[in-house]
């Protein structure tokens, strides 16, 4: 039995990642944001203010700054507002040089981002990146700030712009904006540029002896899959396993091995999964057991649907008793293989599995139930071989010396020309066996 084509689940199970890869980038830029007050940003950027001609902060406008951080670090944002709108009203705005205005927007989409409002943070942030001679610490900060906050507003190809100005300012950019990079080109479906930036994010932290996170291999993951590169798709799985050892990785590494025809390494992994209790749905369990099958391991096969079935994490339907009693019956274990095809063929809609059902009694010499068996199937309808059912069922009547109904039973599996050979041989052998029983009785 060949394991059941897979493709459609596969596609799924590696496609479901990486829309909750892209809800962590966003949520970890939401956490990054909006958290560099005026006072952090003074201690920032001291010792970068030379490389600029920066204009100094004076005394006043550091007092009332101060007076607004305090409001707002105590949570009240009105008064925090109401002094910084102060600054700026009555030609305040004119008098305030680039450096001390850029802190005043910086303050001011604090303020904003505070109150979730996003549009309001973004042109503050847009107003301190366009003051001239800010230091350059500030600027970097702030266009860092400018993109993250596009991306929380998914607004994807602004962001990635944003980014990439940000990028030209930075003499060493960290893993962590590589990977925001690779995720605005993801969600613009710029495939080859996300990949090449999350696995520069990777390198990265791979030349640090650092272990890369689980959603950068995620990211990658996803993108070689979708390019179609599966010895690369199967890497990153690799990786994955070794830092983040997970049941979805070993069943996702268990189908692409699959792809590769590595049906060694398949089953292997998908065991290894399967040995820990990790698969806990029960279309997991049945892939298994065809794997199983597959590597003619029936009687593995057979206790991991029997498991299944009595715990019902696997569906009482009547494919999966069938896989069951198929499994016991190519293990050997005739008995264990009735009471399975027996259910299969009651949760059936159509008569193929009380024909199969009649197989199997005839192996366990029950010809009686054979022939009820068959003969239920073959009223129900929907039997693929008739014929071959019909020779079946003329063995049972032979068998019980029901010489008429077998040689009825022959003589119409005869009448398919798949069959017509078998059931020439039947019937003379049964003619033969007959004569011989009169040549007994009689002598």
Do not use: C
Not at 118 to 139: G, H, K, S, T
Request: proline share 2%.
């Amino acid at each position: 039995m060949k394991l059941h084509d897979s493709g459609v689940w596969l596609r799924a199970a590696l496609l479901a990642l990486p829309v909750a890869v892209a809800q962590v980038a966003v949520t970890q830029v939401q956490s990054e944001l909006g958290m560099r007050t005026f006072a952090a940003a003074q201690a920032q950027e001291g010792e970068q203010r030379e490389t600029r001609r920066t204009p100094a902060l004076r005394n006043a406008v550091y007092e009332k700054l101060a007076e607004a951080q305090a409001a707002a670090e105590a949570g009240d944002m009105a008064t925090a507002s109401r002094v910084l709108d102060g600054m700026l009203a009555s030609g305040g705005k004119n008098e305030l040089n680039s450096y001390e205005l850029a802190n005043v927007y910086n303050l001011y989409a604090f303020i904003h981002y505070t109150r979730e409002d996003y549009n309001a943070a973004l042109q503050a942030y847009e107003n301190v990146a366009r003051q001239p001679d800010i230091p350059l610490a500030m600027e970097i900060n702030t266009r860092y700030t400018i993109a993250q906050l596009y991306f929380v507003q998914e607004q994807w190809q602004r962001g990635v712009n944003a980014l990439l100005d940000w990028f030209k300012l930075t003499e060493n950019p960290n893993e962590e904006a590589y990977v925001l990079l690779a995720q605005g080109y993801y969600q613009l479906n710029d495939y080859t540029k996300a990949l090449s930036n999350v696995e520069k994010a990777i390198s990265l932290y791979q030349e640090e002896d650092k272990t890369p996170k689980e959603q950068w291999y995620n990211l990658a993951r996803f993108l070689y899959f979708e390019k179609g590169d599966v010895t690369n798709t199967v890497r990153v799985l690799e990786e994955l396993l070794k830092h983040y050892p997970d049941k979805q990785y070993w069943v996702q590494l268990s189908h692409m091995y699959g792809e590769q025809k590595r049906d060694g390494e398949q089953l292997a992994a998908m065991e290894t999964a399967y040995v820990q209790d990790m698969l806990d749905k029960g279309t997991e369990q049945v892939t298994m057991a065809y794997l199983y099958l597959n590597a003619e391991v029936p009687y593995k096969a057979a206790k991991v649907m029997d498991k299944g079935l009595k715990n019902k994490s696997i569906e009482t339907n009547s494919r999966n008793y069938e896989i069951l009693g198929n499994a016991w019956r190519q293990a050997q274990e005739v008995d264990k293989a009735i009471p399975a095809m027996e259910e299969a063929a009651k949760k059936a809609e159509d008569g193929e599995l009380y024909a199969r059902l009649g197989n199997i009694y005839l192996d366990g010499d029950r010809n009686e139930d054979a022939i009820r068996a068959i003969t239920r199937g073959l009223q129900r309808g929907g039997v693929r071989r008739p014929d071959s059912a019909r020779l079946v069922l003329g063995m049972a009547y032979f068998n019980t010396k029901q010489y008429e109904k077998a040689r009825e039973a022959f003589q119409a599996a005869g009448r398919d020309e798949r069959s017509a050979q078998y059931a020439r041989q039947w019937i003379q052998y049964m003619d033969s066996e007959i004569e011989r029983q009169r040549q007994l009785e009689s002598g």
